[in-house]
Structure formats: structure tokens, C-alpha cells
């Protein structure tokens, strides 16, 4: 039997799934015509957003440790995550050139941090779960793509390449996380499918948003 939680989670993710011709920029670096200065501004804007998501995490946590446990456990494991992935962009950084440099970071790419801030503070977290997810899908893809490209195009090393395969590799854990807090929040009646599709659907935008800001200097 197909636990409910599990098919919701699949639902709002094909639901959610951004257009194929939605982001401007990863094609480009998928045939290797984004110049390698895109990569840099790529690495320099993902320095502010790692440390961002992760206290936004660290707070989705603490808040819900009392009420929803299920919920505080999945964002325990994507703050770690996050720990883990800015570990990782030092060597994209310094592949690209970037490391220690001086950078004004885009508004159209720090948007999506800034309403996972808002997110933390304002909505509920078992909602959050599910908005979240719906989106990492979309992400991860994106990045096994830039993965492969970053080798077969631009001569990059494992060890740079490592932020980009991070992320693209499923995580069983945490979808075993994110189906229990879902399935918890929904037997206690705590989910509202609606609200979090409007989040989901946000957090598509935003991460539209900062492909676009991105694409726009490399046009």
C-alpha cells in the first residue's frame, strides 16, 4: 500500500516542477558557452546562500523540536547538509578563480534565501517540508547537470566539482525524513496543502530568479 505522505510529496513535486525551458543558464553551461566568469559569480553568490539556508534550517528546527519532531529531524539533516555542501564550494570557488574575492551578490539571486528566511520565520514547518521538496528535486537536477558539464567542457577536477555532486546524489534519508514529517503533520492534521503549494510555487520562482540574474551578464 502507497503510504499518503509519499504520494503527496510526488504530487507537488511533478505539480511544481519548473518549466524545461525555465532557466536560462544551465543549458549554457551544460554545452560549455557560459563563460567561466559566470561560474565565479555562480560560486560567489552560492557563499552567501549556503550559510543563509542554513541558519534558516537551524531555526526551522528549534522551532518545531517540541511540537513536530518528525519535521525538526528533517531540518536538522539540511542544515548539516548545507554545513557539508559549503565545505565543498571552497574548491569550486577557488576553481573558478573566485576564492577571496570581492563581490556584490545579485538581489535576483539572494531572493530565494531570503524567503527561506522568511519561511523560517512565519510558516509552518510540516508545510515547509513539503514546499522544500518539491523544489530540491528541481535543484538537484540542476546540479547533477552543471556536474557533468564542469568536466566534460571546462576541465574541472572532482574535488571542484564535488559542491555540484553533492547535491545531485538522492538522498534516501532524507526522503524517509521528509515522508514521516508530512505523514505526522497529516494525521495530526497539522498540514495545509494548500498554503504549502503557495510556497512551493514561490520557492520555483525564486529559484527561476536566480538563474535569470545569473544568465543576464553572461548574455
Not at 36 to 57: G, S
Not at 69 to 78: D, G, H, K, N, R
Request: hydrophobic share 50%.
Amino acid at each position: 500500500m502507497t503510504h499518503p505522505a509519499r504520494d503527496l510529496l510526488k504530487t507537488a513535486t511533478a505539480t511544481l516542477a519548473p518549466d524545461p525551458g525555465a532557466n536560462p543558464l544551465v543549458p549554457r553551461i551544460a554545452d560549455g558557452t557560459a563563460p567561466v566568469a559566470t561560474l565565479a559569480a555562480l560560486a560567489l553568490e552560492q557563499t552567501w546562500v549556503i550559510p543563509a539556508d542554513r541558519r534558516a534550517f537551524e531555526h526551522l528546527a528549534v522551532r518545531s523540536e517540541a511540537t513536530d519532531p518528525e519535521a525538526a529531524a528533517f531540518f536538522t539533516v539540511l542544515a548539516e547538509g548545507e554545513a557539508l555542501a559549503g565545505e565543498r564550494l571552497v574548491a569550486f570557488a577557488r576553481a573558478c578563480d573566485a576564492e577571496g574575492v570581492s563581490y556584490e551578490p545579485l538581489s535576483g539571486c539572494q531572493a530565494y534565501p531570503a524567503y527561506v528566511a522568511w519561511l523560517a520565520l512565519n510558516a509552518s514547518p510540516a508545510d515547509v517540508v513539503l514546499a522544500l521538496t518539491a523544489n530540491f528535486s528541481a535543484w538537484g537536477g540542476y546540479c547533477a547537470t552543471i556536474a557533468k558539464a564542469l568536466r566534460d567542457h571546462y576541465g574541472f577536477t572532482d574535488e571542484a566539482c564535488a559542491f555540484f555532486d553533492f547535491f545531485a546524489q538522492p538522498s534516501p534519508d532524507l526522503d524517509r525524513l521528509a515522508t514521516a514529517a508530512v505523514g505526522a503533520a497529516l494525521d495530526a492534521g497539522r498540514l495545509d496543502e494548500r498554503r504549502a503549494h503557495t510556497y512551493g510555487r514561490l520557492l520555483q520562482a525564486y529559484e527561476t530568479s536566480f538563474w535569470s540574474a545569473l544568465a543576464e551578464p553572461a548574455s
